[in-house]
């Protein structure tokens, strides 16, 4: 009996034991977990550390940048506030030496602002002038297209102001037969109505420029693309005068051949650019020598 009490009571201290043993393990591995979650959290707090250590880095770097482009800056206005002192210096010399300027020169300068004055005028005058110039141009190109606009293609008719002038771009095929100087019967028409505006305005002269384009040409009647262009400016001066009975007196004409042209002779349609006669209305060249004269100039 005793033997069995023995066993009994050995068999509850091993149990009681191992059951001790358990609840410290667990302790243990609580304690353990706890640990390693602050490891993690001191680790992340670590990392985010880190991060704002490299971004105050960078903004530093930034900072600094931004003052050494802040301290050149102010080194160039200072350089600007230097020179701006010397011009005032400068200036201030020059008014003081103004200050001795003796009578004579004095009267100099009044003689010679008096002068300017004289000059100011006449180019007001020729201001004057020129603008009147520049409103009867403008009007007679509004006239002009005015009456050239019924009838008539606007392709082939360009009318515009030049300076002091006033132009007309007619097409070749307006006015003349290919390769030909005779006037086409369609001419009449349009060359009419030119005569209109010139007959107008007998204080004008008019002068006829004819232009080709760069391909050759040799026949009978014509030596060259020169010969073809004088030719047909004469035509169109012949007609003016025995046609419409505009004053030869008051006609130039003139040939430019290839030369002068509008746009490069590489295709069909810029070759029919260029083959062109231009009617050019001007102030006579007498005319142009009264706006010298200052008592011809308009007042």
Excluded at 90 to 108: E, R
Excluded at 279 to 295: G, N, R, S, T, W
Aim: hydrophobic share 40%.
């Amino acid at each position: 009996m005793i033997k069995y009490l023995s066993v009994a009571a050995l068999v509850a201290l091993t149990f009681s034991s191992c059951v001790v043993s358990k609840k410290k393990y667990t302790t243990l591995q609580t304690e353990l977990e706890n640990s390693k979650k602050q490891h993690d959290e001191s680790l992340a707090k670590l990392t985010n550390c880190e991060n704002d250590r490299i971004r105050l880095d960078r903004e530093l770097t930034v900072a600094g940048a931004s003052i050494i482009t802040k301290t050149d800056q102010i080194a160039d206005l200072k350089e600007q506030l230097e020179d701006c002192k010397a011009v005032r210096d400068k200036q201030l010399t020059q008014v003081g030496d103004l200050t001795v300027i003796t009578q004579a020169a004095n009267d100099n300068i009044k003689e010679t602002l008096a002068q300017l004055e004289q000059k100011d005028q006449y180019i007001r005058l020729l201001q004057a002038a020129k603008s009147k110039a520049d409103s009867i141009n403008l009007a007679l190109a509004v006239n002009l297209k005015g009456v050239l606009k019924e009838g008539l293609d606007d392709q082939d008719i360009e009318v515009k102001v030049d300076k002091t002038v006033v132009m007309v771009n007619l097409s070749d095929k307006m006015l003349f037969k290919s390769g030909s100087a005779d006037l086409t019967g369609k001419s009449t028409e349009v060359l009419a109505k030119i005569a209109q505006i010139i007959e107008s305005r007998p204080d004008l002269e008019v002068m006829i420029e004819g232009y080709t384009d760069s391909d050759p040409i040799k026949n009978s009647c014509m030596k060259d693309n020169w010969d073809l262009s004088v030719k047909r400016a004469t035509s169109v001066a012949r007609a003016l005068q025995k046609d419409f009975n505009i004053n030869p007196n008051r006609l130039i004409a003139a040939g430019r051949g290839e030369y002068n042209a509008l746009v490069p002779n590489d295709t069909a349609e810029n070759k029919a650019i260029n083959r062109r006669t231009r009617i050019i209305i001007m102030p006579k060249l007498d005319q142009f020598y009264d706006l010298l004269d200052p008592e011809k100039a308009p007042k």
